[in-house]
């Protein structure tokens, strides 16, 4: 199979995942008792014509899937003329409904914090990412060691911590050093330029902190094993041979050929990542899609929930079908499994 | 038995092991170990309420004045439950699906393969944050979403075994005299997974008690049942300000013991179980710890 159709089969199942996504959000929201938009149209805080447009635009006079009389009628497409139907027509124009706490469009909501999670992770993973791989190289490379065993140890410590409970502690010790809590100090604005930027830099600390030291021992495992596999190959031997300094091929063989599994798990990791980053936000205060997710758990704000969870799961397919398309770049062997 | 003598080889494992023996009894005894019964009222002065340690009260009181050890003992029922529950049912979810598409492959196999793809890819957090709170908290309802969410490294281990096992040759005889499929998988596959599936097995419970202490702490844990994640939550809520390190700190560490202890027994296990299991692409980001093995090839410096 050549590339083209190896991305193709990738883009397909992303798009099927996608799909499954966007039914499974639809259907946990209605059929489970608490149903949020009949939540919305019976809230006394509604005026009429409100909760009017929201019956039309979530079309609830219509059955929830499948019209089965408009299709016995011989109206195969009006049969599927319902509030599924109408629900991914909101979708697709990027109506995610209004929050009931605060009367916000939830797409406007997610869209002004959507950005700080990503501030969060991305700093967050690439400090992972590179020290974890630098750690699991040296690990592998000095394998048996007391250093090795330390490292592996301290992965095992990590697996076992939860994510929020690790940011509490950080922040017990940080206790006066650093902000704990929040994404910029009260009464700075981004009008004040440069100050404001570094006062949010020093909020950021902790929060990427907590995730890279977590994260960090993930990759640190991966790489290792990666490490390991790659230096019993017979180039490692024909390197060394060479008369190439141990240090040049670490960098320049084990490395290059250990990293290209960290893509596809970087990728798969992100799911995860995500995860940490509710936990992380909600420790710390950190204004992003993470907290605003813990705070709709706690109001009850489905809308939010709902669009929150989508967005999550949105980013995290996109993610991964990059990673697909970025390791049959890098690995010019990949053609199918 | 000479698994056992392994076993008892591997320190870290009989650590593990001891600690997980620990976790085990106090759970068991929690009634007779336990200062106060953490359901009954109390009179609460306004002192109590946040009182640090003393001798009475060796982990101080919460914020409803209640004594913190007798909580977190009791707490270790919960978090036992939903670890051995959660993932028992996962191992048994993720060995089916396993043995389904890897002994019949074929379309039915790739379906459900592409399915476990497809649970991978979800972010599992969020997605269990998004289950529970539509339907409702309960410590049955959180054991059955961590369950029934946590079962696809399994799967992917299961298939791979047996995508092998069934070209051996004891196989190909049990169908030459004539066995069925099922008893096929029934008597000659499924024993050559079961220590693989037990390892794995141990390493989820771990994985589902910080999933529900995670999902406690996000405030969706079961409101008639303590369990660590939800003291963590009414600490880190109500007691943080006032720095009760007493009330945060010992759920949090409890946490960590009883995970740390399964970790290490199943890490120790794997090794036992599975010499030569590498990598490749069975990983789960949520139990890469399958991945710590030794892999024999000597290193690098020796070689040469």
Redesign the interface.
């Given at each position: 199979m050549q590339r083209g159709d190896y991305l193709v089969r990738k883009m397909g199942f992303a798009l099927a995942t996608l799909i499954v996504v966007i039914v499974f959000n639809f259907f946990l929201f209605r059929i489970l008792p608490g149903d949020p938009v009949k939540l919305i149209i019976h809230s006394p805080r509604m005026t009429r014509e409100a909760q009017e447009r929201i019956r039309t635009q979530f079309g609830l006079d219509k059955p929830v899937w499948f019209d089965e009389e408009r299709f016995q009628d011989g109206d195969i497409i009006g049969a599927f003329d319902t509030q599924f139907t109408a629900y991914v027509r909101q979708l697709l124009r990027g109506n995610l409904g209004v929050s009931f706490s605060s009367r916000l469009d939830v797409g406007q909501l997610l869209a002004q914090r959507v950005w700080r999670t990503v501030v969060l992770l991305t700093v967050g993973q690439l400090l992972a990412i590179v020290l974890g791989m630098a750690l699991g190289l040296i690990a592998a490379w000095r394998r048996g060691s007391r250093l090795d065993a330390a490292l592996l140890f301290w992965g095992l410590f990590t697996w076992s911590l939860p994510t929020f409970f690790f940011g509490i502690i950080l922040i017990i010790l940080a206790r006066g050093r650093l902000p704990v809590g929040g994404m910029v100090t009260p009464g700075l604005r981004p009008a004040d330029g440069l100050t404001y930027w570094l006062d949010v830099g020093r909020h950021l600390i902790l929060p990427t902190l907590t995730l890279a030291i977590l994260y960090i021992s993930e990759y640190m495992l991966i790489m290792r094993s990666s490490v390991v596999e790659v230096l019993s190959e017979d180039y490692i031997l024909t390197a060394k041979a060479k008369g190439l300094k141990t240090l040049q091929v670490l960098r320049d063989h084990a490395l290059k050929n250990a990293m290209l599994p960290m893509v596809t798990i970087i990728a798969l990791t992100l799911g995860y990542t995500v995860g940490g980053a509710i936990q992380v936000e909600t420790v710390f205060s950190w204004p992003g899609v993470g907290r605003l997710m813990y705070e709709a758990v706690q109001k009850r704000d489905y809308p939010v929930l709902q669009g929150a969870f989508l967005l999550l799961a949105i980013s995290v397919i996109l993610a991964n079908l990059l990673a697909d398309m970025l390791y049959s770049v890098l690995d010019p062997r990949v053609k199918a499994e | 038995m000479k698994a056992l003598k392994q076993f008892l080889r591997k320190p870290m494992g009989v650590v593990g092991a001891a600690m997980l023996l620990c976790v085990v009894l106090v759970a068991v005894f929690a009634p007779w170990l336990a200062p106060y019964d953490p359901k009954q009222r109390v009179d609460v002065k306004p002192e109590d309420i946040l009182a640090p340690p003393d001798a009475q009260h060796l982990l101080g009181r919460d914020d409803a004045g209640k004594d913190v050890l007798s909580q977190l003992i009791y707490g270790t029922r919960i978090s036992l439950t939903v670890g051995f529950v959660a993932s028992f049912m996962s191992m048994f979810i993720g060995t089916t699906v396993g043995l389904v598409a890897g002994y019949y492959g074929g379309r039915v196999g790739n379906l459900l393969m592409?399915f476990v793809?497809?649970l991978?890819?979800?972010?599992?957090?969020?997605?269990m944050?998004?289950?529970i709170?539509?339907?409702?908290r309960g410590l049955w309802k959180i054991i059955l979403v961590i369950g029934v969410l946590y079962w696809t490294y399994t799967a992917r281990l299961v298939r791979s075994q047996v995508l092998s096992i069934k070209e051996r040759q004891f196989v190909t005889r049990a169908r030459a005299i004539g066995a069925s499929n099922l008893r096929i998988i029934v008597r000659h596959i499924l024993p050559q997974v079961v220590p693989l599936i037990l390892v794995q097995a141990v390493l989820d419970i771990?994985a589902s008690i910080?999933a529900e202490?995670?999902l406690a702490?996000?405030?969706?844990g079961d409101p008639t049942l303590v369990s660590w994640?939800m003291m963590?939550n009414f600490a880190?809520e109500r007691a943080?300000s006032r720095q009760a390190?007493w009330f945060?700190l010992p759920p949090?560490f409890a946490?960590?013991f009883v995970?740390?202890g399964?970790?290490?027994a199943g890490?120790a296990l794997e090794e036992i179980v599975n010499p030569r299991l590498?990598?490749h692409?069975l990983?789960?980001?949520?139990r890469?710890?399958s991945?710590?093995?030794p892999?024999p090839?000597?290193?690098?410096?020796e070689?040469?």
């Open positions: - | 592409r793809d497809f991978m890819v979800i972010p599992d957090l969020p997605l944050l998004v289950i709170s539509v339907w409702g771990s910080i202490s995670s702490f996000l405030g969706l994640g963590l880190f943080f390190w945060l949090g946490i960590v995970s740390l399964l970790i290490m890490n590498k990598s692409h990983f789960d980001p949520r890469m710890v991945l710590i093995l892999m090839p000597e290193p690098l410096e070689r040469v």
